[in-house]
DNA sequence: GGCCGTGTTTGCTCAAGCACAAACAATAAA
DNA sequence: TTTATTGTTTGTGCTTGAGCAAACACGGCC
């Protein structure tokens, strides 16, 4: 399969283009170009000129601010099929505010921020599934933002653990394995706290017989009663 | 001035509709109706249909979600001019995703969202602008994640006295006065802590010369320094 | 003036969680 | 296999800031 069709049949499956026409659908994959990313490596730093914009297509990556103190703050994990760095087609010129770093060997098709706003002026329908996605992820900074000033760190933990089982969990027979490598570190930027803490926290639950863990591994074997630690109920 | 004359005035103050014709202009004011309600009172609860957008006319409001434990917690505050609660408007029988509470007595513009969602479809210009307001606002809001979880509560405290005071600051002899009423409550749901801590900083920077204090009232007579303790460097 | 309500201050206590250090384990490289 | 590297655990001390309660101050109202 080439470029051509793989970029075709990916945006098919993209919730940005839900509903769009066969001919839109073509029209963005021919601006696209394949972008590939070794693991820690970078689609984009915060600051740069956003003049792509981008939707995975193997691999993972995370979206993070860094702030001046250099602590790095974890936005979103970012999963195949999503599309990511949207500002430049939106307002010329702009920066992209937060960085992109691929936590393995990724892929993404990279599409100009130019021709793409062009596009959008053309074809309405567009903008619309555009402005679902920020409505949605608007939703989703205003929830991480009031969970983080109002629920305690253990919460704060389940919560991560929880998404990121929904996210990319499988189902063993001891329970849901999170399948791919994070550290206590990449944990503890996710649910704004420190590697100890995190540490500690999970060895806590372990003792308890809640989850099992390893080296960067993480299986939820009563995800039930995590559920439970998420809502805070006990 | 009528309604109508007074619709097309203000929407041309607003950001969204910056570079609108004036058929788009006229489009939109025709659509809108007024709306008043007295301090306390609510524009629009979390989870409510969103069958409407609004313009803030007069006043201010908070934009705020409620926890399940009942606990607030403030995201933004509204201004004269500005455009909120715009969900409905993109996305079908979506509800709000938070609560708009009147500051004071305050007005506003309401746009059904049904027929802008329309007028949308026709003027692919207006969707660019919504979309740079909400862009803008992701940005914002991934701020003040950050800031949530890397900075301390001094900063934050500091950071809410400064935006209020670029927001609804005045000029006086003694350095810049934040006009409107904030209790030391409002002061906390906005940087994400207790009255309590509030209180103690302000009277620790009172006590340095940096503000002035009184009963729902703050000035900045040393701004500089205040901007200083924001940025974490001392 | 005296009273009341609402907002504010402040002292005290306590738990959460951060920071550092040091030991330990697992994996990769030589 | 040995060694280096990277990730993880755990102990200790300590700071921050939340929570509670009680006193206080200001403004409006009778």
Chains 1, 2 share one sequence.
Not at 182 to 195: H, I, K, N, V, Y
Request: glycine share 6%; hydrophobic share 40%.
């Amino acid at each position: 399969m080439d470029d051509q069709a793989l970029f075709e049949s990916t945006l098919r499956r993209v919730a940005v283009f839900d509903g769009s026409s066969d001919a839109d659908i073509k029209a963005v994959a021919r601006l696209g170009i394949l972008r590939t990313v070794e693991e820690d490596g970078f689609f984009f730093m915060q600051g740069d000129p956003a003049e792509y914009l981008y939707i995975m297509l193997n691999g993972r990556a995370k979206l993070c601010q860094i702030a001046l103190d250099g602590q790095q703050v974890n936005l979103r994990t970012l999963n195949p099929n999503e599309l990511f760095g949207a500002v430049g087609a939106v307002e010329k010129n702009a920066p992209y505010p937060a960085c992109a770093q691929a936590l393995q060997d990724s892929s993404a098709i990279a599409i100009p921020s130019d021709p793409f706003h062009t596009l959008l002026e053309q074809r309405p329908h567009l903008s619309f599934g555009l402005m679902k996605l920020m409505t949605s992820y608007i939703q989703e900074m205003q929830d991480r933002y009031r969970e983080s000033v109002t629920e305690k760190v253990e919460q704060r933990i389940a919560r991560v653990l929880l998404r990121l089982a929904g996210q990319t969990g499988k189902r063993v027979e001891q329970g849901v394995r999170i399948e791919l490598p994070f550290s206590r570190q990449d944990l503890a930027e996710m649910a704004g706290t420190t590697l100890y803490t995190v540490s500690r926290t999970l060895s806590a639950w372990e003792k308890q017989g809640l989850i099992a863990t390893g080296r960067e591994r993480v299986t939820l074997t009563h995800p039930h009663a995590v559920m439970r630690l998420a809502e805070g109920l006990e």
